[in-house]
Every structure is written in C-alpha cells, then in structure tokens.
C-alpha cells in the first residue's frame, strides 16, 4: 500500500513538472523598460477603448448610509464610438469621477434613475465644480418627472438646487466661462415602457418603470450590438424582466437579507422586511431575476460589501443563478465586447488635478445683470499685505514673459 501510494506521488510529481514544461515552451520574456503587455488591473488613461468596446467603471456601489468605501450609486459607460454616459450621481461619486482623471467636458450626460440623495445627492457638487475643473461646455440632464406633485420631478428639483446655489453660479459666471454651468434638463414619464427618449450617434438609450416608490426609473443603453441594463432601485419587476432579458450587462439591486438588518442596522423585524425586501430586492431574488433575463454579466450593487456579507449574497443569489456574476464594489470595472468580458478593479488617482480643457474658453458675463462687487470688499486691502501679493505676480510675469496686472491688490495704490 506505501509502495502504491509513493509510486502515485512521484508520477504526480513527474507528470506536474513535464506539464510545467510544456506550458513554459512558449514563455514570452516581458520587457525590463516597456510596458507589461497586459495588466490585471485597470489604470485609467492608459488604455485604447476600441471601436467596438464598452468599458462600465463603478463610481458608486453603496447604501444611504455614509461610508468611505463606498459612495451612493454611481456608474459610468463609455463606448468605443468616444460616448460617455454616468447613471447616477449618489452622494461622494462625483469624486471617484475625478480619480480617473477624464475630461470634464466628456462628462456632459447624465442619468438620474430617481431622486433619492443615494443616487442623485452629488450632482450639485458635480455641477457647480465643473467650471474649476476645465469644463466649457453645458450639462445635459435625465431624469424621471413628478409624481404627485409636478415639483417632485427632475425639473423641479434642478430648478431649487439653481436657487439654493444662484450666488455661487453668479460668481463663478461673472468671472470664468459660463457655458460650464448651463444646464438642459430633459424630464421622462416615469410611467412609460421601454420609453426611446435618446437616439444619436447609434446609441439608444430607453427608460422602464421601476417599483421604488413613484417616480423612479431603470435605463437600458443600446449600442453596437451590445445591451447595458440599469436598474436603480426597485422591487423586482417585470419591465426589467422584459426589457433586460439577454442583455450583455446588467445592473440590478440587491439588498442584504433583512436578517443583516437587524445585525448590521439594528432595526425592528418589522422594520428590516419592509426595508429590505419592499422596496427593494433581496439577493434571492435578485437571482431569480438573473435566472430569468440570462445576461452575460449579471452585476449585484447597492450593498455594503464586506468580508462578512459578501459571502452571504452570493450564497443567497446562487439559489436560483448559475450563471456570471459580479458583486460590484466601487472602482471596479468592465470591458465588453461581443466576445469577452473581463472584470477588474481600477487604480485611481487619488491626487488628481483638473483634466486639460478640450475647448477654447469664452470670456465671462460682464452686464448690469450680472456678479457686480460691493465696493466695501475692496476697502479690506491694504498696502503690506498687498504688496507681498504684487511682488509674487511681477516674479510671475517675468518667469512667464506675461504682464497682468494685479488688479484687486494693486488698489491700495491707486
């Protein structure tokens, strides 16, 4: 029985190495000084997106609940024909936008599935930040309309955060190009199916219904052959079923079964099944969902991820789906094409600075309607303190070959 045994061990042995050879007769040496033919993760910048590609990065996989390692609800799409579309602004994803350092002014579509801050909460600071961030051209904004009160809607709801935030347009238009604080506002029937609302430059994009509360809406992204389904938040429902069924990628709710609630939350009974389970989806469920639709990557977000409910998640959504599958954690990140599908997780920047501008500027607003100073304000220089400033801009000027003048510290001399 030991002479067996040892004789298995060493043709095991045997047969390992001989196949480790095998495998290594066509080892490619990679290079000392250029780039390693491929890499395991995705650094943003570096990459060709190809003509037949889309590429989808998580900027925001969370919960209401505020944490660092995940921002509300956030998803960007790019296409291999130069689109960009992000689905979702939850609060703290406007700066995982920033960290993959792509032109502001590529980033001018927007999608709100409904108006829940988790999901739509950074858009004022994505906004209001574009014009400091080399931007110079307008926003375009979707979302869903109104319920039972039309104000309710995108429209509305754009309307108050302009006069919640009209001094800080008012400044930053009478002093920088204010094309980047224009803003077109296009409101959908939450209420239509399978709603065309966007067709250019062979991108489809259509709104479904969804169950979270009234007013909010999915998306599904045509292009190229290739279907990108995004659920926001709902219950499950037909429209996804209906309208996802077979697409490449998909994007559907999960939450933690509402047995977390009570550990995680500390809620009631009552409170975690109608929490977890109502308005929204369970992973159980949310299995199904992916049983029926059969995409070829089915993406689970809007959960906290963790070492200790990851797990738990898969193992309920496995009940029903065998098939793909990501559990979504932010900066991860999708290359598609009709052949693959690769999965990643990008390396942000964490110390980004404004992306180059890709258009010229146009100067500011200067009219009677405009930012006009008081005159009180221009009474706080004076002459020590100023006199520093002007001696850093004449340094300025002549490292440069430039000569601006220093208008606001140059008034204690005049």
Known sequence: ?????????????????????????????????????????????????HPDEMRVVACGTGMPQPRMKQAGSCFLVELGNGDKFIFDLGKGS??????????????????ISHLHFDHAGDFPAFWLTRGVNAARQPLFLWGPGGGQNPKWGIRGWTETIKQAWAWDVATRE????????????TELDWKKVNNLFYEENGVKIYSIPTIHIDQSIGYILEWNGLKFAYSGD???????????????FAIHESMLPPELWLEKYSMSPQAAVMSGTQGHTTPRAFGKIMDIARPRMAVASHFQNDFDTAS??????????????????DFMVWNITKENITTRMTVPNPETYPPPAQVAAEPPIVDENTYQWDPFSFSGFEPQTSAVTNEVVKEFNEQQGTDIEPILSNIPFK
């Open 234 to 248: 709902t219950a499950p429902n037909k429209w996804f079923l209906e309208h996802a069924s077979g697409a490449d």
């Open 94 to 111: 406007s700066d995982h936008i920033a960290a993959l350092g792509i032109p502001t002014d590529q980033l001018n579509k927007v999608f």
């Open 174 to 185: 009478s002093s920088g190009d204010p094309r980047s604080t224009q803003l077109t506002v």
């Open 1 to 49: 029985m030991r002479f067996a045994n040892l004789t298995t061990s060493v043709f095991l042995t045997i047969f390992g190495i001989a196949s480790q050879l095998a495998a290594e007769e066509g080892l490619k040496a990679w290079s000392s000084t250029e780039p390693f033919p491929s890499q395991t993760v995705y650094f943003p910048g570096t990459e060709t997106l």
């Open 312 to 329: 738990l998640m898969e193992k309920e959504i496995r009940v029903h789906y065998d098939g793909p599958l990501s559990l979504a954690t």
